[in-house]
C-alpha cells in the first residue's frame, strides 16, 4: 500500500452506498464473543473451538474465485515468495492462526480469500511491521488510508498495529473496492496498491470497463501495480501446489486457536498483567498485539481490545506467578521450513514486474 497517496473519498463512498450494501467486517469469527466482566478477566460467551490447519486451508481454497494456477504465473515471484507455504506449517511462529484470522473476516465479508495474500505482500504477515517510508502494520496502510478508514490512531496508541483494527478496515476497504470494480479481485487489488482513482482513470483511458476489464492491458498503470497482481497469483498457486507436499500437509494438521478480540476491562494497564489473571503467555499476547507500545494499555476512555487465541490456550508457554514464560511449552509438531517469504521493500518495488 505504499504508493497509495490518497484515502477512499468520503463522496465516491457515498455513491457506492446508494448503490450497493457494504457489510462491515466482524472482529471476530463468527459466533464469537468476548467481554471483560471483571478487572482482567474475560468471559468468553461463545467460545468458538479450535480448529484443525487443513480446515483453514480448505477454507481458504474453497473461498478463491477461481483457479490458483494458471498459465503464466511469474517464475521470479514464486521464488521471491517460496517461503510462504513454510510459514504457515511452523506451530511455533502464529502465521496460521493470524491466516486464519483473515480468511475468517473476509468470508464474512463474503469476499474472495486471494485477499487473504495481501499481508504476506505487504508485511510477511508481521502484525509489527513498520516501513521508513510510514505504511505501518499487518496490511502496511499509511495514515491517511487507515484515518479513512476509521482505524484509531492517538497518542500512544496506533491501531495499524492492531491486527483487530487493521483487519476490519482493511475488509471494509476492500469490500468497498470489490464492488467499485464488479467483484474483479484483480482491480481491487491493484486500486488497494495504488488508489482507486488511478485504476479508474487507467479503465476510461483503455475503453474499458470494471465488468470485463483486461487488467494486465491497462495504461499508465506503473510496473509496480501491475506486478502486485502476479505476486498473489504468485502465492495462491504455491499454497495450491503446498498440498501435493506430505510433510506440508502433516505439519498443518494440528490444532489452531481461533483469534478472537476480547474487551479488556479499565483497571488493566499492561499486557502483561491480563495474560497473568488469565494464564496467558505475555510474550504471545504482545506479538499479536504490538500496537500496544512495550505492553503498555492507555484506556483513555476509549473501548480496548486485545487479540487473543482461544481455547487452544494448551498450546501457549504456560506463566509463573509473576506472568513470564516458564519454558515449558509442548513440543512443536513436525514442520517444513523454508526461507521465510519476504515482504516488500517499498524502496524497491518499481524494480522490475515480470
Not at 474465485?65 to 511452523?90: D, I, M, N, Q
Amino acid at each position: 500500500m505504499t504508493r497509495r497517496t490518497r484515502g477512499f473519498p468520503l463522496a465516491a463512498a457515498c455513491a457506492l452506498a446508494m448503490l450497493l450494501p457494504v457489510a462491515a467486517a466482524s472482529d471476530a469469527p463468527a459466533g464469537a464473543t468476548a467481554s471483560s466482566t471483571a478487572p482482567g478477566s474475560a468471559v468468553i460467551e461463545t467460545p468458538p473451538q479450535p480448529r484443525n490447519g487443513h480446515d483453514i486451508y480448505r477454507q481458504f481454497r474453497e473461498g478463491l474465485s477461481g483457479p490458483a494456477c494458471t498459465a503464466g504465473v511469474s517464475e521470479r515471484w514464486r521464488k521471491h515468495f517460496a517461503g510462504a507455504p513454510g510459514r504457515l506449517a511452523e506451530a511455533d511462529e502464529g502465521t496460521l492462526a493470524l491466516f486464519g484470522y483473515v480468511v475468517d473476516a473476509l468470508q464474512e465479508a463474503s469476499l474472495p480469500t486471494e485477499y487473504a495474500l495481501i499481508p504476506f505482500v505487504e508485511s510477511g504477515y508481521k502484525p509489527d511491521a513498520r516501513s521508513p517510508l510510514g505504511p505501518t502494520g499487518l496490511w502496511q496502510m499509511i495514515k491517511l488510508t487507515a484515518r479513512a478508514q476509521k482505524v484509531p490512531i492517538r497518542s500512544g496508541y496506533d491501531g495499524r498495529l492492531s491486527p483487530i483494527d487493521s483487519t476490519r478496515a482493511a475488509v471494509r476497504y476492500l469490500k468497498t473496492l470489490h464492488g467499485m470494480f464488479a467483484g474483479d479481485w484483480r482491480l481491487a487489488a491493484m486500486a488497494y496498491n495504488a488508489g482507486e482513482y488511478r485504476i479508474l482513470g487507467a479503465l476510461r483511458k483503455a475503453g474499458q470497463v470494471a465488468r470485463d476489464a483486461r487488467p494486465e492491458e491497462l495504461p499508465g498503470v506503473s510496473g509496480i501495480t501491475h506486478a502486485y497482481v502476479r505476486k498473489l497469483q504468485a502465492l495462491a498457486c504455491l499454497l495450491e501446489e503446498a498440498e501435493d507436499g506430505e510433510q506440508w500437509m502433516r505439519a498443518l494438521d494440528r490444532p489452531v486457536p481461533r483469534l478472537v478480540p476480547v474487551d479488556v476491562a479499565p483497571d488493566v494497564t499492561r499486557v502483561e498483567g491480563w495474560a497473568q489473571a488469565n494464564g496467558r503467555d505475555p510474550r504471545h499476547l504482545r506479538r499479536l498485539n504490538p500496537a500496544f507500545v512495550a505492553g503498555r494499555i492507555r484506556h483513555d476512555g476509549n473501548m480496548v481490545r486485545l487479540l487473543v487465541p482461544t481455547p487452544a490456550y494448551a498450546a501457549l508457554e504456560p506463566v509463573d506467578a509473576q506472568g513470564q514464560g516458564t519454558g515449558d511449552a509442548p513440543a512443536a509438531v513436525a514442520q517444513t521450513r523454508g526461507p521465510a517469504p519476504v515482504a516488500d521493500d517499498p524502496r524497491g518495488r518499481g524494480a522490475g514486474s515480470d
